[in-house]
Structure formats: C-alpha cells, structure tokens
C-alpha cells in the first residue's frame, strides 16, 4: 500500500511539477497567515500543569496585583547624589505615557517610606515588648533628657540581650535605631564645630531616630531603589517592551546630569524584557549560523550548490506550515517552544538529505527523472518516512506529561516534524524535477551532447570503515562495550544544577542586579508569595513564617493593621508617652552643669554601642556589628578612631563653643521632636482605608479582598539546592496556597524529572512497537534501536566530560534524544533489508552518507544554541548536540559489528538455511 502511493506521488511530481507547486503556494500562504498570529510568554509558571495550585496562584497574583510586577531601578554612588537623582528620576517616570491607549504607563513611583502615615500611626505600630523597652526615649524633647533616655532604652532593650536582634526583622530595627544614633552623634559634632546647621538638616535627625531613613537605601548607603508600579501586566508583552525601553531612555539621559551615577533595571517586567528580547536574538542569530553552516556542509558533500539550496528552501517552507499549524494548536510559544523552529530545523534537514541523496545516486547512474524519484521514494522514502514517524511519535509521548512546558514542546515539535514531511514530500520533489528538466535541456541544446558523466558521491571511507569493523566484529563489540561501561560510570556522577539564573543570559543588566540588590540589601527578589482571604489570616499566617528557621523576613497588611487586642495592649504605653511628654517644658539652652551630663551619657552612649558590637559579633549578625563599627570603629584595630571619641575631642577642644552648639540644636531638635512624638501618639484604631495607596497595593489586590504575604527566604536559594528544598518545604507546610519562583521552579524540576522519565520509557516502548510494525520482526527493530539506547548512555557520559551539568532545560534532551537518536538505526536497517547480506561496504558507503550528514547538520543547528546569549537554550543545544554525535557513532559501530555477524553467520550456513 505504502509503495503503490510513494510510486503514484513521484508519477505526480514527474508529470504535473507546477500543479503541486501551486498547491504549495497556497498551503504556505495560509501558514503564513495563521503563524503571523502567535505570541510568546516567558514566564516559568506557564510550564507548570494549568491545574496546578502553584501555577493558578501565581497567574492570579501576577494578574490582580498591580505592583507584583513592578520594574524596579537600582542606582549606585554617593549617598546624596543618589537620592538627588532619585527625586528627578521618579517624577519623570510618572511622566512616561502610553499614546496608543491615552493612559500614563506607570500608576506612580515608590521609592521612600510612607513618612507621613508614619508621622500619624508610628508608635501604635511598634510591638507591646518593644514600646515597653524603648517608650523612654520619646518621654524627653530636651537634650540631657533625650540622652539619659536613648541609653536607658538601649540597655533596656538590647544591651545584654542576644534574642532582641536574633531575627532578621529584629537585626533591621538594631540598624535603624543605630542610623539614628549615629545621625545625632554627627550632627552634635558638627554643632559644636561651628558648621551651623540647618533646621531641616536638624530634623533629620529627629526624622532618622523616630521612623529610621525615608529612601529606600541599602546598610552601606551606597545604593537605592525605586519600584516602577505599571498600569499594565506582564501579560501585555508590547507594553512591557514599550514601558522598559521608555524608563531605560529617561535613566540613561538623567546619568548624563549625574556624573558618578549609575543606574539600571531590574524586576519581573525589566527581566521578562530581556528574556524576550534577549531569546528572540539569540535564536535569530544562531538559526542564521546554522543555516550558513548547514548549507556549507550540504554543499562540500554534494559537491554541487543548487541542491543545498533547494533542501534548505524546503526547509524553510516546512518550518512556515509548522509555526502555522502551531498557531492554531497551541497559540503561544513558552520559554522552551520558542525554540522550535531550530530543533526541526536541525531534525527536517534529515529528509531532503535522504531524498537528496537517494535522487542524486539513482541520476547519477543513468536513471530517468521519473526513476530515479521512484527509487528514491521507494529506497530512501520509506526510511524517511518511518523515522519521521517514529520521531514524531516519540515526541508526541511528551503529551502525557503534567508539566505544560513539556507537554507543548512535544506537540509543538512532534506536529512541527510532520509538517516538514509533508513538505518534503510535496514540495522539494517538484523543484528536483523542475531542476531535472532545466539540465536536460541545457544538454539538449549543446552542438555534440557529451555523455552524461556519473559522479560518485558516496562516502567510501565511511564504508571502509563499516567493512572493516563488520569483519572484525569480536573486537567492535569488546572496544563498544567497554566505551559504554565507562560512559555509564561517568554519567552516574553527573549533577543537577539548581540556580535558574544560570539558565538566564548571562552578564545582563537585570539579572546582575539582582545579584546586587541581595548584596547590598541582603533580601533575594526571589521570595514567595501566599494569597489570604482576609487580614486576620495573613496576620495568623505571617505569624506563623516567623517562627520558621529557613525565613529571614516576612511583610504582610497586618504590620499596618493592628488588631484591636494588640492595639489595646499598645494605647496605655502611648498615654504614658504623651502625659510624659506634654507635662515637660522645653528649654532654650543648655546650662554649664548639663554640659558635664552630656559628656557622660555620651561615654554611656560610647558603652551601650560597644557592648551590641560584642553580642552581634558573637551572634553572627554582620549587620548590627557594620553599624556599630560606623559608630565605635574597629575593635580590632590597634587604636580605633570613631565617631563618639571624635565628638569626645571635639568637646575637649572647644569648651567655649559647647554652649552655644548645644543650645542651638536643642532650639531647632526639642520643638520639632516633640510635636512629632506626641503626633504620633494617636490611639485612634488604624483602618484599612487609612492606609496609604503604595501600602494597599503592595499587599492586596485592586477590589481589596485578597491579601498577600512576602516570605524571604534567609539563605541562598538558588545557590543551596537543599535548602531551597527545606524552604519550599517548610512554605508549603504552612499554606497550601504557598507559590513564588522558589515554589514553582522546585516544583518545575520535580514535574521535569518524573515526566521525563515516564516519557523516555513509554517513547521506548512505542518505538519498538511502530519499528516492529514496519520491520515485521522484532528481531530488526531491537537492532535498530540497540545504537540509539547506547547513545543515551554515551550522550550522558560526554555531559559529565565535558563539564555540564543536567538543567530544567536539557533534561528535556533525554525524552527528546530519544526520538531524534533512533533515525540513524532505522535508516541503516532499512538500507540493509533493501540490500541483502554482505553489501555492509556500500550500505554505510551510501545511505552511511545520508546518516552521517543528517548527523552532521542536526548537530550543527543545535550546536549553534550553544553560542545563544540565553544560556539555557545553550544547555539544551549543548545536551542534544552530545546526544545526536553519540547515537550516530554508536549507530556505525554496533550496526555495523552486527551487520558484519550476520554476513558471517549467513556465510558460514548451507546454502538452504541461508536461504531461509
């Protein structure tokens, strides 16, 4: 059956060329249409199963959260330059605009505290344990008073208490109130000095003791952040191009007025920019480096140019119907799919070689058009079209997979196989014929026509080899046995890598920065993220991320939103505070007795630092110990020079300027303290509505009835595999509704794994299956898969050698090594029942040639991923590129040490059960 309709398409294609091509045409105009409709989303959820809770989640926070998605700006230098810039850059970004739908492209810019909801409520939000340590020193405006009392709070509070910054939230307030310390020492000094500060400079120092630093700036002031909040999501991929690029442009101008600035981007929507812009570049070079480097290859072989070119237009029009057909199937490319188009442009170059070639040999030796397309159908087309089926068939096993990203590749590359046979079959037979038919009437033309000269364009060294391995098969099992046995040994040792930033481009702006923003603000942007119905449960919830070892932070509405107990527990301390604070008088000037007070709450002052520099170094919290080393220096240090001595001297030197220098801060601090303390003792219950708008939407969603919770992780997620474990574990235990990039790339790798094992043995078995059924022996189809089963074992041992490592992204070569690895055998086997015993010399001579360059170009278009700026798909190329050489060797060895068994055996029996 199968024969007669390959017979009856070559008699088509020899007698009606321009028919099909007219048919061609139209099947690829409707592609190009249908292709011209398919997008790309690069977000790692969407390789999940659609049903999985982790995925659901994460789509609906990305969906309904406005500023779960921000693009965020990191600028470096100086202290005061960056904040100068800040306060340019931030109104010019709200200015950036969307003229196609009339709208701004950012609702606003967060880049500071919410000051004034802190000035009205700070107080009612601090904890009862800590209103109760620290309420002493908001009692006294005056400066010996404020002194005496930030002491006593400090030994009240932290001196001597190792569990008062034993966690990451504690350790963040010990630096805050230090900062505040630390302002007041300086601008004491500076005071004394004669420098004459400024009011507004004044109270800042109250500002920084009250509600700590108003930027968003990093422990070593080096660095600050502002969050892009977008009128649009992720979802929406021109916008994120559109909205980046503008920011980018107004960033990139504004360095230009801040010599000794540097800024760059980052956050999901600077990230997921560059992942699409950055996979769409690398894809397009490195399909043109594959094109050229095919073509090269095709051309050396053929020893001819027109038929490289007519196999690689093929190719091309095979590649238009499959994006076509995938429009219609599955609509949107994901970070894997998007590759598809040099997968099947290194797996369909296989079928116009096969065709090629077989056409070419049969021309060559004196064969009609018509004859030579027959045989070629019939010879090398039943190959082709068995290995297409058999790959397209393993790569449809992938369907089964939960995981989305495998499930689409497969379908994706399976129907993509497909549609290149089709054309195969229907297009590059008619520019064969058309190509025939133009020679022949070139040659017609000539005065004295010379014979037509055969060109042998075999390989004969590749059927040297075969023959001679096939006589000395004893030693090509013993040598291919033991390459195996060492292979298997080195790929036992090989390990899984973890990090997903090693997937991404590598030495990109958004991604170093995150490395930069864990740095410096010691907080991954990696953290997870829980969904809650109401602020109660994500307080109930929050409280319980706390107590786990393997979270450093976790933010939540309720830090915003006492509960009425708590806020009952707080209102008597705050009483206390302003009955205390409004009964005093503040004086204008600082007496001489007070002077010595002062110098001895400073020596106090010195002590108390002192002592949290001890319990921090002892306790590990780096932090703590960098803050107090700005204010007391390095105990390590022969003579430390700090703050508090330098102010020490500074009083000794200029005794007759003390006065005046401490009564005119206390003029400018004591008023502007005090009112803003007894501001902030407003009992008045905090309601949702009181919230400020950048509060509201970093932690609920648009209609206010969702509720999110960040955890932090407190170590290194990507860079520890276990403990990105232990993390996801411990998130999970608490809520079920737990997600984030740790929860979903670690449920990634799982689904990864377990769907890539169940998809290579159903694919193994299915091969067999179809290879028996085209073989009629299971005998043959074993032999056939026997190099493609080694191959794998040899693909892996070659990743150990040359340094990989297994990734989310090549695991998914095994399932598809599988399918891709079993042409060569197929091909041989064919050729081999085609030919008879004892013809191994012209089998590997011949169709030996087709396999090796069907090997050949497969390995050089996924060879060229390997120089893709995404380094993931470099991963995959890599892996696949390893696989494809290691199938086609083994393909050459086993086959032919088997071949050459059988020649002996068949030689060495009578002639009837030779027969048989």
Not at 187 to 207: H, P
Request: proline share 3%; hydrophobic share 45%; aromatic share 10%.
């Amino acid at each position: 059956m199968r024969e007669k309709l390959l017979k009856k398409l070559a008699a088509w294609h020899a007698v009606y060329p321009w028919r099909m091509l007219a048919m061609v045409l139209v099947l690829t105009l409707v592609s190009a249409y249908s292709a011209g409709h398919l997008s790309v989303t690069m977000r790692w959820s969407d390789l999940l199963p659609t049903e999985d809770p982790r995925t659901i989640e994460f789509n609906r926070i990305i969906d309904e959260f406005v500023s779960a998605t921000s693009l965020v700006v990191v600028v470096q230098g100086e202290e005061k330059r960056i904040k100068a810039f800040a306060d340019d850059l931030a109104p010019r970004i709200s200015a950036a605009y969307d003229s196609r739908h009339d709208i701004p492209l950012f609702r606003r810019v967060d880049y500071k505290q919410e000051v004034e909801f802190l000035k009205d409520h700070g107080l009612l939000l601090l904890k009862e344990e800590d209103l109760k340590d620290l309420k002493a020193m908001f009692m006294d405006a005056n400066l010996v008073g404020l002194l005496t009392n930030l002491n006593d709070s400090m030994e009240q509070e932290y001196v001597g208490k190792q569990e008062s910054i034993s966690t990451r939230e504690k350790e963040d307030q010990a630096v805050m109130f230090l900062d505040g310390v630390e302002n007041l020492v300086t601008s004491l000094q500076a005071e004394v000095q004669g420098d004459d500060l400024s009011e507004e400079d004044i109270r800042t120092v109250a500002d920084k003791l009250l509600w700590g630093e108003p930027y968003y700036l990093s422990y070593d002031k080096t660095t600050l952040i502002l969050n892009a909040i977008p009128n649009f999501t992720m979802m929406d991929l021109e916008l994120v191009v559109l909205g980046t690029d503008a920011v980018q442009e107004i960033v990139d101008e504004l360095m230009l007025e801040y010599p000794g600035v540097t800024a760059g981007l980052t956050g999901f929507i600077a990230i997921g920019r560059d992942e699409m812009y950055y996979s769409e570049q690398s894809l397009g070079y490195t399909t043109v480096i594959a094109l050229v480097a095919i073509l090269v290859l095709l051309i050396a072989s053929f020893r001819m140019w027109v038929a490289p070119l007519l196999a690689l237009t093929n190719l091309l029009v095979g590649i238009l119907w499959a994006v076509g057909v995938v429009a219609v199937l599955v609509g949107q490319l994901n970070i894997m799919t998007q590759m598809m188009a040099v997968i099947l442009l290194g797996l369909g170059i296989d079928f116009s070689i096969h065709l090629i070639s077989g056409f070419s040999e049969w021309r060559a030796a004196g064969d009609s058009i018509v004859e030579a397309l027959e045989k070629a159908f019939l010879k090398n087309g039943k190959g082709v079209i068995t290995g297409a089926f058999t790959t397209a068939c393993a790569f449809f096993t992938l369907v089964i997979s939960s995981s989305r990203g495998m499930k689409e590749m497969g379908l994706v590359t399976g129907t993509g196989l497909l549609a290149i046979l089709l054309a195969t079959f229907l297009f590059l037979p008619c520019l064969l014929v058309l190509r025939e038919r133009r020679l022949e009437r070139k040659i017609a033309k000539r005065p004295s026509p010379a014979a037509p000269v055969s060109r042998d364009i075999s390989f004969r060294f590749l059927g040297n080899t075969a023959a001679w391995l096939g006589r000395h098969y004893a030693f090509t099992f013993f040598t291919a046995g033991l390459l195996t046995v060492v292979f298997v040994w080195l790929g036992i040792g090989i390990t899984f890598d973890h990090n997903y930033l090693n997937i991404e481009p590598k030495g990109i702006t958004s991604v170093v920065l995150q490395d930069v923003i864990l740095d410096k603000f010691d907080l991954s942007m990696d953290y997870a993220l829980v969904l809650t119905d109401d602020v109660e449960q994500s307080r109930e919830i929050a409280r319980q991320y706390r107590e786990i070892g393997s979270v450093a932070m976790v933010e939540d509405i309720a830090m915003y939103l006492p509960s009425p107990e708590q806020q009952q527990k707080r209102t008597p301390h705050l009483r206390a505070i302003r009955d205390e604070l409004s009964s005093q008088s503040l004086r204008s000037q600082v007496s001489p007795e007070e002077v010595s007070l002062v110098r001895a709450e400073i020596e106090r002052l010195e002590m108390n630092v002192i002592e949290m520099q001890d319990m921090a170094f002892l306790g590990g919290q780096d932090k703590v110990d960098s803050k107090c080393q700005d204010i007391v220096g390095d105990p390590e240090a022969a003579d430390p020079e700090n703050l508090i001595r330098s102010l020490y001297r500074t009083l000794g030197e200029r005794e007759h300027s003390l006065l005046a220098g401490f009564s005119r801060f206390q003029r400018a601090f004591a008023p502007y303290y005090r009112d803003s303390v007894l501001r902030m003792c407003e009992t008045q219950a905090v309601r949702p509505e009181d919230l400020p708008l950048s509060i509201l939407d970093r932690y609920s969603n648009q209609n206010r009835d969702q509720f999110l919770v960040m955890v932090f992780p407190a170590g290194g997620i990507w860079q520890d595999a276990e403990f990105l474990k232990r993390f996801v574990n411990d998130l999970e235990r608490v809520s079920d509704r737990a997600t984030g990039m740790p929860s979903v790339f670690r449920a990634l790798i799982e689904v990864i794994g377990k769907d890539g094992r169940s998809a290579v043995l159903l694919t193994l078995v299915i091969v067999f299956f179809l290879l028996w059924l085209d073989f009629r022996r299971p005998g043959y189809a074993l032999m056939a898969m026997l190099p493609l089963c080694v191959g794998v074992l040899w693909m892996l041992g070659l990743m150990k050698i040359s340094g990989m490592q297994l990734t989310v992204m090549n695991v998914m070569g095994l399932p598809m090594i599988v399918g891709i690895g079993i042409d060569d055998g197929v091909h041989i086997v064919h050729r081999y029942l085609e030919e008879g015993k004892g013809q191994l010399r012209a089998i590997f001579a011949s169709t030996g040639k087709a396999i090796f360059l069907t090997s050949l170009t497969t390995m050089l278009a996924f060879g060229s991923l390997i120089f893709s700026i995404w380094r993931g798909f470099g991963q995959l190329g890599g892996a696949l590129f390893l696989g494809v050489g290691a199938c086609f060797f083994a393909t050459v060895i086993f086959l032919s040490g088997i071949i050459g068994f059988l020649d002996r055996k068949s030689a060495k029996s009578p002639p009837n059960e030779g027969q048989s």
